[in-house]
Nanobody, 123 residues
Framework: QVQLVESGGGLVQAGGSLTLSCEAS????????MGWFRQTPGNQREFVAY????????YYADSVKGRFTISRDNARNTAILQMDNLKPEDTAVYFC????????????????WGQGTQVTVSS
């Protein structure tokens, strides 16, 4: 059982930056691909970005491409989402998740989820 804990959310003005962290409880963290998703009230969880277990491959939703950067530090069991040039439409609860296999842009491929962290971008 892998426990994931997100941190780093908060309130920021449009154009600003935030760094989200996701810390895993298990040293097996390096066996998992990591993804970030976000959700707004009344909507389904939306894919944001993923990174493979080795960190060699990353992929982003078109809406965040060029503004967000996903990375990981397997020695520290941590995944990072660097968010720059934030827009009001980025406001959501952000979740990190871990997957061993499957299509990494869909929620059903992920085995473990964090509790989420709120990101609010004011205009």
């Amino acid at each position: 059982q892998v426990q994931l804990v997100e941190s780093g959310g908060g309130l920021v003005q449009a154009g600003g930056s935030l760094t989200l962290s996701c810390e895993a409880s298990e040293s097996t963290f390096s066996r998992y691909a990591m993804g970030w998703f976000r959700q707004t009230p009344g909507n389904q969880r939306e894919f944001v970005a993923y990174i493979t277990w080795s960190g060699e491959s990353t992929y982003y939703a078109d809406s965040v491409k060029g503004r967000f950067t996903i990375s990981r530090d397997n020695a520290r069991n941590t995944a990072i989402l660097q968010m720059d040039n934030l827009k009001p439409e980025d406001t959501a609860v952000y979740f990190c998740a871990a997957a061993q296999r499957g299509t990494l842009t869909v929620t059903m491929s992920y085995d473990y989820w964090g509790q989420g962290t709120q990101v609010t971008v004011s205009s």
